[in-house]
């Protein structure tokens, strides 16, 4: 039986559309301050809004994959690879936490806690390791064919055996 004076109260919280409309508004920024071409700036913009919207289409992914594309047209620059980390970061993880959010739902701003330590932990890695990387290559000469076959095989390589520990376990 319920009485006049039932409440439930929570620590505060936000509406599931404040996560959606953050993921927007973070892919129209980095679209439109890292991406020079303007197709490619609106397509970005649209996949990310179908992400918000839909979150199963992966449209916000799509909208990595367009400021990414529209960044190879340009000159690299130290402050745009930095932004461009940040920014690919902010929408992978928004876009994770819009899979799991659901429409008409309320997130408690603790419940996000673990997640923004982990963008400012991974940010904090992958900040200095983009100047180290800009920085190296800043004065390099075109890479020699050999160098790239190399690399890719270390990649593939490297890949390997992640897949062979990690399935060792399963047995």
């Known amino acids: 039986m319920r009485t006049a004076n039932d409440s439930l109260e929570t620590a505060p919280a936000v509406s599931w559309l404040v996560l959606r409309m953050?993921?927007?508004a973070v892919a129209a920024a980095g679209a439109f301050l890292l991406c020079p071409l303007v197709g490619w700036q609106w397509t970005a913009v649209i996949l990310a809004l179908l992400g918000a919207v839909l979150p199963p289409t992966f449209g916000a992914w799509g909208?990595?994959?367009?400021?990414?594309?529209?960044?190879?047209?340009?000159?690299?620059?130290?402050g745009r690879a930095m932004l461009a980390v940040l920014v690919v970061h902010l929408l992978h993880v928004l876009t994770s936490l819009a899979l799991v959010v659901p429409r008409g739902s309320r997130i408690v701003?603790?419940?996000l806690r673990r997640s923004a330590v982990r963008v400012l932990v991974v940010q904090a890695i992958a900040q200095p390791v983009?100047?180290?990387?800009?920085?190296g290559t800043a004065g390099a000469t075109p890479a020699l064919p050999w160098a790239v076959a190399a690399s890719a095989g270390a990649v593939v390589a490297a890949a390997v055996l992640l897949i062979v520990g990690a399935n060792r376990g399963t047995r």
């Open 22 to 24: 953050a993921l927007v």
């Open 63 to 78: 909208a990595i994959a367009c400021i990414v594309i529209g960044m190879l047209t340009s000159e690299p620059d130290l």
């Open 109 to 111: 701003l603790g419940a």
């Open 130 to 135: 983009t100047v180290a990387v800009m920085l």
